[in-house]
């Protein structure tokens, strides 16, 4: 979901949280505070590897990332891939293999990495491999595989995944969860479907990214490192362009994949940077500091649209040829004011003395206002081509763009009580009675409309009840609307669509609480997702990529 939030005096790229108060829950439901975090302590879980097997299809691919590495002289350097293809071998595996600096030269020309690193007879499975999956209730994961022997205590590892997984926030594609039986390290993540910031940037096809679209690129970022820091996790390992991905709505997140410690002790003994600080080459760990270094590198990949070394950038910058340093691609986009506070944030990231670095929070303020279109849809700036106008529009889709909550409300009431019949023996059974009452007399105050008694009830059902249907949080969702309290309903309806992903009733109901916030782009792409659903959900429409 785009933009739902906004940091800097109430109106940053896509967040709104000064305009959304702190609400603290005392219950174990899905929130949005003023940091625009999401709690939910049921989000994150320990997957069986059986569960992720089937998701994978016996980790056969298709596979999103690879990861190779050559040795030389004892430096270490490690390259990502992006595979396009499930079938570079049989099964979709891809093997791990080391070469020599020369022929990791040969093969990186011209693009990022090309499959001539790979060894099509070594048997071995690659380290560090993410494979794209699919859960029981259709939720599309990222699983990455970690090699056995940095994480030999399976114990340190899940507490470490317990600790990333705390995490959420928009800005992030999150951890949800962590699998460690046998020899098998497996983290689960959000997907994100649409490539990373390397391929959107460097190695386009259709256009390159527009000036707009790498500044909010860069504001996502920041934002994402700062929360992170906020939360006691501001060490990020390899920060670089393949870590920055784009959600359906081509929205960048930062990867939480970075967030994991390289191995058991936190050193980091190997790097996919092709620059590093000068201190990390000395100590070999990763600082809050140097992570601000890496910020400062991406900086310039986006002003330049290349891979450009800092040291480069540094005496192009002090002999103010500015322009050798820009894009080509980028002619008549660039504000120069804008370049050059751009330029200044980057020179404050890449200072060789660690303490002359700004941190993630002075680097959000300095973003804030070289921001360009910001209410313009991130598809819309890199460029991709919807079909909305082709979606049909049912009676509820029409009272949630009217924002008729009367109208929503006789609707809404026939499908949550008819969906909730048809859960009802397998969500219900065994549920003890005082539950069941509780839950009961929400539902009466619900139909009699009596909406704050019904909030109550539903509330005490959630926090004291076992499994609760997306159902229950749906109810309240629309009575937190029509008693216009929209970040409670919005929270709700986040909650019912991280149950149930593809029911259209969440994006109704989180469209109607944008509306109320008045986060009108937010809320009409919601509003043509719940359109897209339903629509297919009655036969109307082809099936939604899965």
Request: hydrophobic share 40%.
């Amino acid at each position: 979901m785009s933009r739902l939030y906004s940091l800097q005096h109430g109106f940053s790229l896509h967040q709104a949280s000064s305009m959304l108060s702190s609400f603290i829950s005392r219950h174990g439901y899905l929130i949005r505070n003023k940091d625009d975090e999401v709690s939910d302590p049921t989000a994150f879980k320990q997957f069986t590897l059986e569960q992720l097997k089937i998701a994978t299809s016996g980790f056969a691919g298709p596979i999103i990332v690879v990861q190779a590495a050559c040795i030389e002289e004892e430096a270490i350097v490690v390259v990502f891939m992006e595979v396009v293809a499930d079938s570079i071998l049989p099964g979709g595996n891809v093997s791990f293999v080391y070469r020599n600096i020369e022929e990791l030269n040969r093969s990186i020309i011209g693009s990022v990495v090309t499959s001539s690193i790979l060894n099509p007879h070594h048997g071995e499975k690659a380290p560090n491999v993410v494979y794209k999956g699919t859960l029981e209730n259709q939720m599309r994961i990222a699983v990455k595989r970690f090699n056995l022997s940095p994480w030999p205590d399976s114990r340190q590892f899940m507490e470490e995944a317990k600790s990333v997984g705390q995490l959420r926030n928009i800005r992030l594609a999150n951890l949800l969860g962590c699998c460690c039986e046998d020899d098998e390290r497996l983290l689960v993540a959000e997907y994100m479907p649409n490539n990373t910031l390397a391929k959107h940037l460097f190695n386009w096809e259709l256009q390159p990214m527009k000036w707009a679209m790498r500044l909010r690129v860069v504001m996502h970022l920041a934002e994402a490192l700062e929360y992170c820091t906020n939360k006691g996790s501001a060490i990020y390992h390899n920060l670089d362009a393949y870590r920055v991905l784009f959600d359906e709505e081509y929205n960048p997140r930062l990867s939480c994949f970075g967030l994991m410690k390289n191995s058991r002790d936190g050193k980091s003994y190997g790097t996919n940077l092709a620059f590093t600080p000068a201190e990390y080459l000395r100590t070999g760990r990763v600082t809050p500091e140097s992570v601000i270094y890496s910020f400062g590198t991406l900086l310039l990949n986006l002003l330049s649209g290349k891979h450009i070394p800092p040291s480069h950038a540094i005496k192009l910058i002090l002999d103010q040829n500015l322009q050798m340093l820009t894009d080509s691609c980028l002619e008549g986009q660039v504000f120069g004011l804008h370049r050059t506070e751009l330029v200044r944030l980057a020179s404050r990231c890449l200072q060789y003395e660690p303490r002359e670095r700004p941190n993630p929070k002075s680097v959000v303020s300095a973003l804030v206002s070289i921001q360009k279109d910001t209410e313009v849809p991130s598809q819309v700036l890199m460029g991709i081509q919807t079909t909305d106008s082709f979606t049909p529009r049912s009676p509820l889709g029409e009272a949630c763009l009217r924002l008729d909550l009367t109208a929503m409300l006789e609707i809404m009431e026939k499908l949550l009580y008819k969906d909730d019949e048809v859960q009802k023996p397998e969500i219900w059974y065994n549920r003890i009675q005082e539950s069941l009452d509780t839950k009961e007399k929400g539902d009466a105050a619900f139909r009699h409309k009596d909406f704050s008694t019904a909030i109550d009830c539903y509330t005490q059902f959630i926090e004291y009840g076992p499994k609760v249907s997306p159902t229950i949080y749906a109810r309240r969702s629309l009575s937190y609307l029509i008693n216009n309290m929209p970040q409670e309903a919005l929270c709700d309806a986040m909650q019912v669509q991280l149950i149930s992903p593809v029911w259209h009733i969440a994006s109704y109901l989180q469209a109607a609480s944008l509306f109320l916030l008045k986060m009108e782009t937010d809320a009409h792409a919601v509003l043509r997702k719940g359109d897209a659903l339903e629509a297919f959900q009655s036969g109307l429409s082809p099936p939604l990529d899965k």
